[in-house]
């Protein structure tokens, strides 16, 4: 398949909305978090056959633990389940999975097991990145960086934008040009702060178990209609972050 023009190279999702979503059916929330398994596969797959190289779902932050713990019981057992079921299937697409964050203890052993697993399978794969935000916390990433930086024992003026960017987790990841936060709330929510520096973002209305191919298309040809600058101000002729070096 062709790439497209103007087509970002990291796609980033705030897969927000399940709540509402059960909410509007008066079924449990929880009945939303389970919805949610259709558009996450939908997104996956239309993001791949689009030619994206690096997508990245946030599935659960470090401020969802506050959630009532029924809650988050239910989320770590849908996310197992998804996992054990589409593994196959995402190993067989040449997607590699990745999972960021993943540092509290109260996240349950046999899932831990799972995504290593999943983790090692897919390792080699190259068509597609996905990467997985699940119990993550962007100011956490960058602390964690910090930490490393200074255990490395760098000089406080040889610290520069690239050299701390090595040390937070994934250093290879290019940072986002697009977000798309479903469900029509707009804030960032402590999601992979450093990488979104520059990235255009997207508020579809539809919640998170409605968005399908179609939503996500959209998504894509907002973006190729909208300048990207960088402070500059001409066009730049690279249409990702790049331009911010
Ligand atoms: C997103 O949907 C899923 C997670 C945060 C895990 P929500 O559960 O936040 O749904 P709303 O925002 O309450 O509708
Ligand atoms: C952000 O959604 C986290 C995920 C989508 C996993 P939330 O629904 O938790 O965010 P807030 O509470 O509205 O900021
Ligand atoms: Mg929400």
Same mark, same amino acid.
Request: hydrophobic share 30%.
């Given at each position: 398949m062709e790439t497209i023009t103007g087509l970002p190279r990291h796609v980033a999702c705030v897969m927000d909305g399940n709540g509402r979503w059960a909410a509007r059916r008066s079924l449990p929330r929880t009945a939303g978090h389970e919805a949610a398994e259709a558009a996450v596969i939908d997104v996956i797959e239309t993001a791949r056959s689009a030619g994206v190289k690096w997508l990245s779902l946030y599935?659960?932050? !470090?401020? %969802?633990?506050?959630?009532?713990m029924g809650e988050v019981d239910v989320l770590m057992r849908l996310v197992r389940r998804v996992i054990r079921k589409h593994a196959p299937v995402l190993h067989a697409r040449g997607v590699r999975c990745r999972f960021l964050?993943? !540092?509290?203890?109260?996240?349950p052993p046999p899932l831990v097991r799972d995504i290593t697993d999943l983790m090692t399978m897919t390792g080699d794969n190259s068509r597609m990145t996905l990467t997985v935000a699940f119990d993550h916390g962007g100011r956490r990433d960058i602390v964690e960086a910090t930490r490393s930086l200074i255990r490395s024992g760098v000089p406080a003026e040889q610290v520069t934008e690239a050299g701390f960017a090595a040390h937070l987790p994934y250093p290879d990841t290019p940072d986002v040009d697009l977000v798309i936060r479903t469900s029509g709330e707009q804030r960032i929510? %402590?999601?992979m702060l450093w990488q979104v520096a520059y990235a255009e973002w997207v508020f579809p209305e539809v919640l998170w178990p409605d968005f399908r191919a179609t939503h996500f298309w959209e998504c894509l040809d907002t973006y190729r209609r909208r300048q990207r600058r960088f402070g500059d101000v001409r066009r730049p002729a690279a249409m990702t972050g790049e331009g911010l070096r």
């Open positions: 599935a659960f932050s !470090t401020e %969802n633990w506050r959630r009532p964050g993943m !540092t509290d203890p109260r996240i929510s %402590n999601f």
